[in-house]
């Protein structure tokens, strides 16, 4: 039996279903085990997101809807998903972002076979070919797809506010990505022979809304000196603003790039997700959970939860924790808590 024949038949049965290792989870593990605690043990998330991690969100229901819809059709819905928006300013940089999208893109000769693709496959031990009787592996893919070429890829959705330029760090470091590996293993047990991953990257527009002068200092004649602005920007205004920028130089916020991976990078990819799911579980056993402060801050912003582990905020506080009735929200079928 094929990995990929193993991948797609179904563990044994149980008398419940077994806890999800996803990619995200296997992120946090790698970057701290209290992190990983508090999410995916405790079941604890930031009663409110980042800003970061909130435009994030509202660009990827964008494209969800973009990838859904066909034509010229595709616009329309992208910028229908994202209305609702409280923040006018957000969404008037993701139309933005998603007007330029389209112009980029709307012409590449691509099939879509699914879009949000959901998976649950079997944890394959790499030693003995056997299920997990501990995990299941477990994710959703932002959609695959056939390429002009005939190869079928799973599509990895990103907004970044690094440098996206081929040859930067930026796609160094998908070499080794996780997340790709498992989506190869997840695209597969769909039923999709994949190939490659087309990671799709937007560069988020640095460009801040104007904001009326502090103090307005006048002229003798009482007439305000140049260069200072009177009223704030409007979210309007910013959005025009902001898609000038685009147009000015798409390359700079729109890449894409195949991501492949070799049979010995998946088999490795696969050593590595059974050794993390064995280090939280036996994390579990002997309920320890070790912090550690490299990630305390990354990415640009800090933990969501080092006011726990300084002690000085607690996870029944409703006014910064809500607590998930399930672990993985993005998961729609029945799962495990562990």
Known sequence: ???????????????????????????????????????????????????TLRFGTL??????AWWRASGDLRL???????EGESDPYELAKARALLVGYHVKWAGEQIEVL???????????????????????????????????????????HKTSSEDITP???????LRLDGQVSVYF???????????????????KPGQRPYKKAAEIKLKKDGTPYANQRLEDE??????????????????RYYRRGDVVRLAEELNEARENTWQIGEVIAEARAKNRWP???????RFGRTCEFVSVCLREASLDDATRYRKLTVINEELSQPQSNP
């Open 114 to 156: 699914a879009v949000e693709a959901e998976f649950r496959t079997a944890l394959i031990n790499p030693e003995t070919g056997r299920p997990s009787r501990r995990w299941e592996l477990g994710g959703k893919i932002d959609a695959v797809v056939r390429l002009a070429d005939g190869r079928v890829a799973v599509v990895v």
């Open 185 to 203: 293993d997840g695209g597969r047990a769909l039923g999709h022979e994949v190939e490659v991953c087309l990671y799709d990257v937007i560069g």
């Open 291 to 297: 912090q550690n402060e490299g990630a305390c801050k």
């Open 1 to 51: 039996m094929t990995h990929s024949e193993t991948l797609a038949a179904q563990p044994p049965a149980q008398a419940k279903p077994l806890p999800v290792l996803t990619a995200s989870r296997m992120k946090d593990a790698r970057a701290c085990m209290r992190l990983h605690r508090y999410r995916y043990e405790d079941g604890y998330r930031p009663a409110k997101d980042a800003d």
């Open 59 to 64: 660009v990827h229901r964008g494209l969800e």
């Open 167 to 173: 040859g930067s760090d930026y796609w160094t470091r």
């Open 76 to 82: 329309d819905a992208a910028l229908g998903a994202m």
């Open 234 to 251: 409007t979210p309007a205004e910013y959005g025009q603003r902001v898609a000038e920028e685009i147009a000015s130089d798409p390359d």
